[in-house]
């Protein structure tokens, strides 16, 4: 079936069976490979994306459910890493691994877009992300930096 969507503002259709999973719409057929796959049942993390600008784990979100929508891949959030959450992300050290950091990246713009000075208990309660790394104070130091709370 066809289905469209709109991608870090590009508009795209896709010709995809019904029940397959955003992500996979994403990494196999559109080659936007920086949204991951971790646990395949929406726990960790690892595959958010903006939708209409909330979180949404996109391993467990089928393609029907996302037709007509607009998505925000990390790629989207800005093409030259000048994103006040990933310069943040790089001024404190978050990613060792790295490879949940897209998803965490997006998780924190989504706490930002709604509570833009957000409490310790507002970070823990929105960031919900796994990082088998344990980077999580350095998390909540960058999701300061980039809310203007921390120097």
């Known amino acids: 079936m066809d289905y469209?969507?709109?991608i870090n503002g590009v508009r795209h259709r896709v010709d995809e069976?019904?029940?397959?999973?955003?992500?996979?719409?994403?990494?196999?057929?559109?080659g936007l490979t920086g949204t991951k796959f971790g646990c395949g049942i929406g726990t960790c993390g690892a595959c958010t994306v903006l939708v209409d600008g909330q979180a949404m784990r996109s391993?467990?979100?089928?393609?029907?459910?996302?037709?007509?929508?607009?998505l925000t891949t990390i790629e989207g959030l800005s093409d030259d890493v000048?994103?006040?959450?990933?310069?943040?992300?790089l001024q404190a050290q978050v990613p060792q691994c790295g490879y949940c950091q897209g998803g965490?990246?997006?998780?924190?713009?989504?706490l930002l877009a709604e509570t833009p000075r957000p409490?310790?208990?507002?970070i823990d309660m929105a960031m919900t992300n796994i990082c088998r790394c344990g980077t999580y104070p350095r998390i909540r130091h960058?999701?300061?930096?980039?809310?203007?709370?921390?120097?």
């Not at 965490?104 to 989504?110: G, M, V």
């Open 4 to 6: 469209e969507l709109t």
């Open 17 to 30: 069976a019904p029940g397959t999973p955003v992500l996979w719409v994403l990494r196999d057929t559109l």
């Open 59 to 70: 391993c467990s979100w089928l393609i029907e459910d996302a037709d007509s929508k607009a």
């Open 82 to 89: 000048s994103h006040p959450l990933q310069m943040a992300w």
């Open 104 to 110: 965490q990246i997006l998780a924190a713009a989504a």
């Open 119 to 122: 409490i310790d208990q507002d």
């Open 142 to 151: 960058a999701i300061k930096l980039a809310s203007g709370q921390a120097g």
